[in-house]
């Protein structure tokens, strides 16, 4: 199977699984706003925030490493399970202990703590999952995890929302959670199993030290990753009230969905371009320059759409209670660019084991997010984290830039102003026509200043010979 027909295939079965999880995320919040309120939804978002930063960060970086180092060389990929578990298994209790430790630290009330202690033993299912993950991943088995993506949100959703229904409440939610997140360990296993002929327990301490040196720093970078994210929530419960954490969590949620497509095309483009760079292949500049403009034109109008329409889409979805979300989200939406800019950056970086590179640059991006939201959150509320996430993300991509720019990537920044123009002029015309239907409704709005913005990019010829090749190409493959 060719790179386009995989990244294309792989792409689109993460986008359904990713996809998928927002849309019964949001479905499954829409009921808890709607049956236990703002403030035990605010509960709700801070335990949940708090849990992700750990279910990233509790399998030390094996996702990652395994992806890489898997895709490299698949013909070691036994031994790569293996001694990948038996340093992930450590980690995973190692980040249970300092999330216990967290909790108490925080001093919730009794509601929240507890909920928050039971949820730290799905820790031990996210770990294992994301380990087997990282295999999959490197096998560009990227299907099979989307299978057991919605597996598990489907299982997880339907029931936590027939126990919201019959009066079940918040620890509910955490059980269910918990029980259910063990699908996915089960059946990655269950999938590598069937896709290695014989599984062989081969313990290489050689293997593992090699492992160990290189999964340090990819697990600090996971750390800062997800702490970026996740902390507005942990501080906006400590600096403002359960009911902005409330609103903010309803703004992530929307937001959660446009940022989950852009990383549903990473997980693809990961594992392709660390062997593309393994081997030398003079197509990794060209699929991180490709990658930039795609994802550049995709995100413009998704951006314009939730700035614009956030007023009539937020209440139509969470009710006049959480009308303050509206401007969070429109605020919000503006760091996908940047987003997807440092990621194809990072991504660069990490396929080129400059790993610690991109470690140190996201430590500094992270501490200038923490100390812009301590100052604007007590200024602006949820809409000053926000805005401190835009700033540090923007910090990122230029301080990134001199360790990929010319080194890594290379670009004709003469070449990039034609593009960046038509960009740009299909935007504005995209913004003229949202104004003009104005009275229309919304959804057929959004539509229309869609296909307009597409026509418009058509027009000016953006795609080029080569990228129209590229999708026939990938078509007929894929058919």
């Keep these: 199977m060719s790179s386009a027909r995989r990244l294309v ?48 960060t509790c399998s030390f970086g094996m996702r990652i490493l ?6 490299a060389d698949k013909n070691r990929v036994n031994q790569y399970l293996i ?95 918990v029980v259910t997140k063990f699908i996915q360990p089960v059946l990655y296993f269950y999938y590598i199993a069937n896709i290695i002929d014989k599984l062989k327990i081969i313990i290489d301490t050689a293997l593992m030290k090699k492992l160990l040196k290189m999964a340090w720093s990819l697990a600090l970078l996971i750390v800062c990753i997800s702490i970026f994210w996740r902390i507005d929530a942990i501080m906006l419960s400590k600096l403002s009230t359960n009911e902005v954490v409330g609103n903010y969590g309803a703004a992530f949620k929307i937001f959660w969905v446009s940022l989950l497509l852009v990383k549903s095309f990473f997980v693809a483009f990961f594992p392709m371009i660390s062997s593309m760079y393994s081997e030398q292949n003079i197509n990794f500049q060209k699929a991180c320059r490709k990658a930039l403009r795609y994802l550049t034109i995709l995100i413009i109008p ?22 303050g979300s509206i401007v969070i989200l429109q605020v919000m939406i503006w760091a996908l660019l940047p987003y997807a800019i440092s990621e194809v950056f990072g991504s660069a970086l990490v396929a080129s084991r400059n790993q610690n590179t991109h470690l ?21 509320e ?19 830039s001199p360790f990929v720019i010319s080194r890594l990537i290379r670009f004709n920044f003469r070449l990039l102003v034609a593009p960046v123009t038509k960009i740009v002029v299909a935007a504005a015309g995209m913004t003229a026509l949202i104004f003009i239907l104005n009275n229309l409704n919304f959804v057929v709005a959004a539509a229309v200043s869609g296909i307009a913005y597409l026509s418009i990019l058509y027009i000016l010829k953006l795609v080029n010979e080569e990228d129209k090749k590229y999708f026939n190409k990938v078509v007929k493959k894929t058919a």
């Design 83 to 177: 001694n990948g578990t038996m340093l992930g298994i450590p980690a995973i209790l190692v980040n249970i202990g300092i999330m216990l430790l967290l909790i108490k630290l925080m001093n919730y009330d009794a509601e929240t703590a507890n909920a928050a202690y039971v949820i730290t033993i799905s820790l031990v299912a996210s770990g294992l999952a994301d380990i087997f993950a990282g295999v999959l991943n490197g096998l560009e088995e990227i299907q099979k995890i989307a299978y057991g993506w919605i597996i598990l949100l489907v299982v997880k959703t339907f029931i936590s929302i027939a126990a919201l229904l019959t009066g079940y409440g918040l620890m509910a939610l955490v059980v269910i959670h």
């Design 382 to 400: 949820a809409v000053g984290a926000a805005i401190s996430s835009i700033i540090a993300i923007i910090f990122l991509v230029v301080i990134q």
């Design 9 to 56: 295939k792989n792409t689109f079965s993460m986008f359904v699984a990713r996809g998928l999880q927002p849309f019964l995320s949001l479905l499954l919040a829409l009921v808890i706003g709607r049956t236990l309120g703002p403030d035990l939804f605010g509960k709700y978002t801070v335990i949940f925030q708090l849990y992700f930063i750990f279910q990233i």
């Design 66 to 71: 395994l992806t890489r180092e898997v895709a």
């Design 302 to 323: 998704i951006a314009l759409v939730s700035t614009f329409f956030a007023p009539h889409f937020m209440l139509l979805i969470w009710g006049e209670k959480f009308v």
């Design 360 to 380: 140190v640059l996201n430590a500094v991006s992270l501490i200038v997010k923490i100390v812009l939201n301590y100052f604007l959150i007590l200024k602006f």
